[in-house]
Structures are given as C-alpha cells and as structure tokens.
C-alpha cells in the first residue's frame, strides 16, 4: 500500500512533486482498493517537465538502443521477462487490489511477460543480427545490374509514447514496448490513473535489474494535459482508450500536421457468431456457451476484446440464455480476489461501476430486457482481513440483455464496459454477417461452427470488419487460447470504430516503429547499405576457402568459384533410379522434346542442386558446422547431356547469435553452363563456429 504520491520515472531518475507544497497532495487524485475503497495511492504530475522527458528519450534512450543491433536488443526483452518472472508474486499480490483474480492477474501479468518471451525469440529468428531491416526482394532498375532498388526500415528519431488503459496495466504496456525496444525506439509510458500503480511496481522492478539501457523506458505516473504539444516528427503516439478519446487525440495539430504517428487500439463491439449447425448438444454449441460466459467474467468483463454481442440463430436464443444462466450459477462466484473461492472480482473503480451501470441503463432504455443479472449491488464474498466493507467496493454482478430488435443502434454501438453482453437472433448467414458488420469494425469475431460452408461464408462476410477472426468447432476447443486473447505472433487491433491499427502482429509491430526507405544505387552501395551482398558487388574468389574462415575471418562477397563438370546421360539415369524420380522429362526423349520447356532429355534439378554442393564444399572438419537449409531455388536454363556445370559462392550475408558460439551464414549460390547461361540460383544457410577451433587451424585450403 502506497498512500504517499505515486513516483514517475523521468530522466534517468524517480521523480514525485515537490513535497515542500501542500496543495499538491490535496490536489492529487486518489486511487482505491476496488474491493474494499482502501486508499493505495495518491496521483500527482504536478510539476513535470514533460518536454525534457520525451527530450532525454530522443537524445540518451536513442543513443544507448541506436548502439545495440536487433539480436541485442532481443536478448536483453529475453532477461528482462526473467526478471519479471522472478518477482511476479509481488506483482500478484497488487494487481489483486486491482479487482483482478488470480486468473485475471496471470492474463495481465504473465501475458505480458510471455510478450517478451516471444519478441525475444521473433527478434533472434526473424530478423538480422544488424541495425538495418531489409524489406522485400532486390529490384533491378536498369539492364546491365549496375543500378538496384532496395527496400530498408530504420528506426524513427523519436520517442514512442504509449498511453495504456486501465484494465491491463502490465500486458498493455509491455505489448506495446516490446516491439518498440526492438526496432531501437525508447518508451515513455503513461499508464491509467486507477491502475498505474502496478504498472509503476513492473517499471520499478525493470529499473533495479540494471538491464535497461539508459532512456529507454520512461514512466509518468498521471496525467498528460499538454502532451501533444511537445510531440513532433519522428515521435509515435500508441494509445488504447475510448474510440472517443482516440478521435480527439487524432485531431491534434501535431498528428494532423506535425507529422506525429499515432496508432490507436479503442473499445469495439466485438461479436460472437453461433454457427446455423451448433444446435443445442453439439460440442460446438457448448463450447459457445462456454466462451462467452468466460469473455463476460474475465477481468470482470473489463476487456476491449470481450464479446458484447452473442448473435445465435433465432431457433437458439432461447437455449443460449439458459445455458449461459446455468453457467454463471455454477461457476462464477462474485467477490475479494483475495478470498477463497472468488472467480469474478469488482471492476477496477467506483468510476467505472457507475459507467457500466449508466450504459447498462441506456441499453435497456433501447430496448434490451435484461435476461441475467440485476442493475442492483450483487452479494459478495469478502476477504477475512479486508479493512474496509463491500458496499465500498466497485462490485457488478454478469448480466446478459437481450433484444428483440436486431436493428437497434444501441445493441451495435452501446458499450457496457463490464461483465455485459447482449444476444440476439438471426436468421440467415446473410443476415449474421450484417449484424457484424453493424458494430462498424470490430478487435474481434469469433465463430461457432463446425460446417467449412458456413465458416467460409462467415469468413468472406466479416473479415474485413475484423483485426481478427477466432474460429471455434470441437477439435480446437480445448486447445484455442479464446475469443479474447491477443497474442503476439497476431495482428492485435481492428478497422473502424476499433482504432484501425495494428498492434503486436509479430515482426510487423516492430516495423511499425520504423521507417520504410526505398534506397537506390550500385550493387556495391547497396551492398554497405543494407549488409548483404548483391550480385555485381566486389566479391573475393579464390585463397583460403570460405568454408575454412570462422565467423570472426568471413566477410561478406568471400567467393568460391568452382571447376565444372559434365553431365552425362548416364548420370540422369543413375539418378533416376536411385531416387525413383522417372519423370518423362528426364527418361523419355520424345515425349521430353514435346515439351515446350525442355529440348530433350534433361538433368534433374536436385542433380544438378546436389553436385553443385560436391563442386563447392571443402570437405574438412572444421568452423561450418551444419547446413541448415536451402531457399529461394529456382531452375532457369534445363541442362542437357553434354553441358557442363559449375558454381559461384558467395558469402552474402553473415548473422552471429549473441548467445551461441555459432551463427548463420547465408551464401548465394548460382549454377551456369558452358555458355555463362543462368541454371539455378538459390541460397544455401549454414551454421558457422565464431571462432576457428586449434584442430581446424591448420587445415587450410585454396580454390583454384
């Protein structure tokens, strides 16, 4: 319990307001217990110099991320997640006064820490050991090679500014900090009033490790008034909230003229379909049932990606209802978190229990019949040390609405930001898909079906009104991670009244913080541009062979040029019958010749492929470990009886891992023939030792 002013995080140090004035107490806003009313904490920026805060990120936070490449910096989200897991038990026991349950908290807690976990592991796989993001493939702007176009991303100059919502105070900020910290661009990040002091508690705890490079994260602890008008170009604005909020943000000279990103991620109605097949006893109808009863308890309903709108066929609403009531009596149980038996706690402020009630109101005033549930207090279980009474606490019990009239605009646009939903009928696929389409873009739909006709017409109907699309049938029930549940790897956001961005998703939120650069030049630029090698750059053939250099001795354009060799028939029989691969093209010369592509008999490709690799590889022990793959193949000139082969290889790009004492080392293979004709290029990925073991040393070899 902290009833002193909750500290931000500024400038490389913890800051509260001046305690000598004591107008700022009695002026800072008062967070409570949401079970009990029990004052935590008292919230104060009075006195903040915010511009020199987003200043220190633009200046030190960009100088310490801009001297770390990708891998670095993945390495470092992997030991700050361990820090976090180490100490999330006192991140458990405060989350708790936030009204969450133990379930609750382990969605907010460890859902964020498993966003680090995961860009960690995204960053080290899918992106290079380098500062540079490469986009796209190679264009070639001119006849001879001489001038190429590339695309790159590098990081934005600025600040990312993350506004986050009350409801997920650990998950909302690291889901946005993660790919930030990743593309190299520091955070400053300004959490909700009546839930900040848990995300202030998981900065504290990311500050003591030491691991944080300086002016990479930032946090303040309370409001933001003049904000905006300290953003500009280069600077990023991430914010969850209300569409509402959203769209006055959005109109700010700095975002409308002053070149200032700004992504947002607001309340959406968000739908769940029953399919016109999950009648009542299929497992699809019961695994419905129970989804939507979770979406409507979880966090309290206090969730942007719940379901608000349950739309089952007209023939089942009437079993639904039942089925959702039976529910929430057997299972869901209202109170303390910190009380045995609890699975439904308050919601996060008095605030906000009037607000839900206040929409609760207006659903009904349009037409909603409360079906589950009551607008009066619910009977709660308290915990036995609690100081303070129930009727201080921001209890609601689940209610369920129903609406005779699906063309009601409350039921598409009223949002009770609680454990409320509303059901309601339909007829035809047709008619489901409108009824989606009405809430005017959503995070999320989820569909019931177990039919591939009727998900394939629910699909083609809503997707576009959907960041995501959850389908749920009886063999991916127990496995589905549920309607609510961004992940990582998935785009988290949705088009319209949802915001229109696109949060996590991978690889592609880390680009998010980057800029996308079309980059023009001669194949030696673009070489020391972007850090791989490209065709016409100086490359380096012959002395000791590539595959006889370590890590630490390759560079890239380091070349073998192989001899050639002859193919003969009786080689594309032999290896016929020993794969068994008999197709005509290479086992029967009319019907071979017939062939608009081949002019006879010819070579197989993985032939040609696999001595391609006896004509380069150095056979000896030694720093590569492993071939690892082979990508981008492609087979251009067919190779006859009688032509001859040979190889160029080129180091084309060279990636250490931070914790291993290998890396990988990408080649551009390409085959020619007698006539210097293009026969086959691809890159062949292998597993190269950092250092050059003492056995190997002495074991050199030349290329002629």
């Known amino acids: 319990m902290m009833t002193e002013i909750l500290p931000s995080y500024v400038n490389g140090a913890w800051w509260t307001p001046d305690a000598a004035d004591a107008g700022v107490a009695a002026r800072a806003a008062e967070v409570r217990d949401a079970s009990t009313g029990e004052l935590v904490a008292r919230v104060s920026t009075e006195g903040l110099d915010l511009g020199a805060a987003l200043q220190y990120a633009r200046t030190v936070g960009q100088r310490s991320l801009g001297e770390l490449t990708f891998h670095q910096r993945a390495v470092l989200l992997k030991q700050l997640a361990l820090v976090l897991t180490e100490r999330k038990s006192e991140l458990y026991e405060l989350s708790s006064r936030t009204g969450a349950t133990k379930q609750d908290s382990w969605v907010d807690i460890d859902g964020g820490i498993g966003v680090l976990f995961t860009y960690s592991s995204k960053g080290r796989r899918e992106m290079p050991n380098a500062k540079v993001y490469v986009d796209g493939a190679v264009e070639n702007l001119s006849k001879d090679g001489s001038f190429l176009g590339r695309h790159i991303y590098t990081r934005l100059p600025g600040v990312a500014v993350q506004i986050n919502a009350f409801n997920f105070p650990v998950w909302g900020s690291l889901e946005k900090f993660a790919p930030a910290f990743l593309a190299g661009m520091p955070t400053v990040v300004k959490p909700a009033t009546p839930t900040g002091y848990l995300a202030e508690a998981f900065v504290r705890i990311l500050v003591e490790s030491g691991l944080l490079p300086e002016g990479s994260l930032q946090l303040v602890s309370g409001s933001v008034p003049d904000l905006f008008d300290h953003l500009r170009l280069g600077d990023l604005v991430a914010f ?245 549940s961004p992940l990582p790897n998935l785009v988290h956001g949705g088009p319209g009244r949802a915001g229109g961005g696109e949060e996590l998703g991978g690889i592609r939120a880390v680009l998010h913080h980057m800029q996308r650069t079309a980059v023009q030049g001669s194949p030696e630029m673009l070489t020391a541009l972007t850090g791989v090698w490209h065709t016409g750059a100086i490359s380096q053939p012959g002395g000791v062979h590539p595959f006889r250099k370590s890590l630490a001795e390759l560079r890239i354009g380091d070349q073998v040029v192989s001899a050639s060799r002859t193919v003969t028939l009786e080689d594309i029989e032999t290896f016929a019958a020993f794969t068994g691969d008999t197709f005509y093209a290479h086992m029967d010369e009319d019907a071979a010749a017939a062939n608009p592509f081949f002019p006879g008999r010819v070579a197989h490709g993985y032939l040609l492929v696999s001595w391609a690799a006896g004509l380069f590889v150095d056979a000896a022990p030694g720093p590569v470990l492993a071939n690892s793959g082979l990508e981008n193949l492609r087979f251009i000139t067919p190779v006859s009886p009688g032509d001859t082969i040979r190889v160029e290889l080129t180091a084309k790009q060279i990636t250490p891992r931070e914790t291993d004492e290998y890396g990988e080392v990408r080649w551009d293979a390409v085959l020619k023939n007698q006539n210097d004709e293009l026969v086959a290029t691809y890159d062949v990925l292998t597993l190269v030792a950092k250092e050059l073991a003492p056995a190997s040393a002495s074991a050199s070899a030349s290329v002629e």
């Open 240 to 484: 969850t909230g209300s569409a509402s909020t959203a769209e006055k943000l959005r109109a700010h000279d700095s975002v409308q003229t002053g070149g200032v990103r700004f992504t947002s991620e607001t309340d959406s109605i968000n739908a769940s379909v029953l399919g016109t097949d999950a009648t009542p006893g299929t497992p699809e109808f019961d695994a419905y049932v129970k989804q939507l009863v979770a979406e409507m308890t979880t966090k309290a309903g206090q969730k942007c990606t719940a379901i608000r709108r349950a739309i089952v066929p007209a023939a089942s609403v009437d079993a639904v209802i039942d089925a959702v009531r039976s529910r929430i009596a057997e299972r869901v149980v209202v109170g303390d978190p910190r009380a045995e038996g609890v699975t439904m706690g308050p919601l996060a402020s008095l605030a906000q229990r009037d607000e839900v009630l206040r929409q609760v109101g207006r659903l009904e005033a349009a037409g909603g019949e409360l079906v589950i549930g009551s607008m009066d207090a619910p009977s709660v279980i308290q915990a036995e040390d609690a100081t303070g009474t129930a009727s201080d606490g921001a209890f609601v019990g689940p209610m369920l609405l129903r609406f005779a009239d699906a063309a009601s605009p409350a039921l598409h646009e009223v949002e009770a930001f609680g454990p409320v939903a509303s059901i309601v009928g339909y007829d035809t696929v047709a008619d489901a898909v409108a009824l989606v389409a009405r809430g005017g873009g959503s995070l999320v739909t989820s569909v019931a079906t177990h039919d591939p006709e009727v998900a394939v017409a629910l699909a083609s109907g809503i997707a576009a009104y959907n960041g995501r699309v959850l389908f749920l049938d009886r063999d991916d029930a127990r496995s589905s991670t549920g309607h609510g």
